[in-house]
């Protein structure tokens, strides 16, 4: 079995707030990225104020942000079985498609590690097997999931895929525009 993590505790500097819970064609951004992972067992890392708005996942909440990333995916880890995979998506990336994480999905499916890229540079969601997660633990604070996801022990594939959902974030107010 595969978890959907969404990681969504950052702090929106850029923004100027909580950008998560702002809207996006009437619904805010966090549910757009539920949505899209509504068919998998999905927990979303973030702050409380976010869990109205992310059902049917499940909170874990990160009252930590600072520690960044790493530190979400540890959490997230740590509340999920250790032999299923994890599908990681970032919370203010509200255009990924089902489509899409259903082709990462079944591209994880005989690799360790699973992501779309386009000219080199690497998008979400990013597939991480059983095998992967064991060096979850090992990410240090301040990290990113490029560490891992570029782990030369792990088989990994890459989706060749011009999909803006697997690219296109939102860190400022004019990025909804």
Known sequence: ???????AAGTGSRFGGQKLLALLDGKPLIAHVV???AHL?????GPPELEPHIYPARLIENLAP???MAHSLRLAHGAIVANDGLLVLL???PYVTRELVNCVLEA??????AYPAR????GHPVFFSPAARTRIVGLMDGDTLRSLRDDPNLSTVTLARDDAGAYRDIDTAADLR
């Open 66 to 68: 600072e520690r960044g």
């Open 41 to 45: 067992p999905t927990v979303v890392v």
């Open 108 to 113: 994880g499916l005989d690799h360790d590690v």
């Open 119 to 122: 000219d080199g540079i690497g």
């Open 1 to 7: 079995m595969t978890h959907a993590v969404i990681l």
């Open 35 to 37: 949505a899209a992972v």
């Open 91 to 93: 919370g203010d990336m």
